[in-house]
């Protein structure tokens, strides 16, 4: 029995630098607001400490950075993996030293955040990537720190983007985060309306959160199977498996040692977890 189901845009072509890149040189960025998004405007002006340290994943544009800098902000930090994208970028905030602009991978970078701000970053992932995200989040951020920002609370027909539901976020980010927000914006753009959910979300510094390789697992009915052994295991609190069923995030009280895990799976000896 198959039943895998991965996302149809991601298995056709890498969302990848190169991907990216040819939507802007071909000013095909049909996601661009071309202003703040209103929701995320009226976050940043309840933010009081204009020291922190903000970081922007997939920046786009970021309209959110020039707005924090227009309040004063001091410390933003921007990256994007499109260079045609990033070279606008550091021309429009040349010589300005509150701004550090990034020519990267998220998943590549190595930093520590007060705040992170999503605008449309997550949904442009292939869901595949989904628990690396969280995985990545929790890394980024120091012990007290937050990520914010918007998702979409629908689906799509043609992705990217990727839809999902305020269900899928709070399972996906239960434990590694703990929630302090997350409802539909009654502000969004109109073409947006009631389909964005705001989200505020604050590290858990308590629990250590690990991904791994897995590999056997076939159907979502073993999927099942795996993710409630782990869960016998002591200090397990939160096991989330990727679509495809080829990563797995493991949020736990303490580090848990890969052969407690390889043994609780044990029982079929098609499944390896590295
Ligand atoms: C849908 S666009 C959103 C841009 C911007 N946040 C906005 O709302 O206008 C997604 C952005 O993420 C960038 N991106 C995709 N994968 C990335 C990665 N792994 N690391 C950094 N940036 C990435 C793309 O180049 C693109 O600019």
Request: glycine share 4%; proline share 4%; net charge negative.
């Amino acid at each position: 029995m198959k039943e895998v189901q991965c996302c149809v845009v991601s298995c056709e072509k890498p969302l990848d630098a190169t991907y990216w890149e040819a939507q802007y040189k071909a000013k095909l960025t049909g996601w661009d607001l071309g202003l703040i998004s209103p929701p995320i405007k009226t976050y940043i002006d309840e933010l009081e400490n204009k020291n922190s340290s903000i970081l922007i994943p997939g920046c786009g544009n970021s309209y959110e950075a020039e707005y924090l800098l227009q309040k004063g902000f001091t410390n933003i930090t921007v990256i994007d993996i499109a260079p045609t994208l990033v070279g606008v970028l550091k021309d429009k905030f040349k010589n300005n030293p509150n701004i550090q602009i990034i020519l990267g991978d998220f998943f590549e970078h190595k930093e520590k955040y007060d705040l992170i701000i999503e605008q449309t970053f997550f949904c442009a992932l292939p869901p595949i990537m989904r628990q690396k995200y969280v995985w990545k989040m929790h890394q980024l951020l120091v012990d007290e720190g937050k990520l914010a920002g918007l998702l979409f609370n629908r689906t799509f027909e043609v992705s990217p983007p990727f839809g999902g539901s305020k269900e899928e976020y709070e399972k996906l980010f239960a434990v590694a985060f703990d929630f302090l927000k997350i409802d539909v914006c009654l502000n969004s753009i109109l073409p947006r309306a009631n389909s964005e959910l705001f989200f505020e979300l604050k590290k858990n510094k308590a629990v250590k959160i690990n991904l791994y390789k897995f590999s056997g697992i076939t159907c979502r009915d073993c999927m099942e199977a795996v993710t409630k052994k782990f869960a016998t295991i002591n200090g397990i609190l939160n096991t989330s498996m990727t679509n495809d069923f080829a990563e797995v995030l493991i949020v736990s009280k303490n580090e848990i040692a890969i052969e407690t895990l390889q043994n609780a799976v044990s029982f079929d000896e098609k499944y390896k977890i590295e």
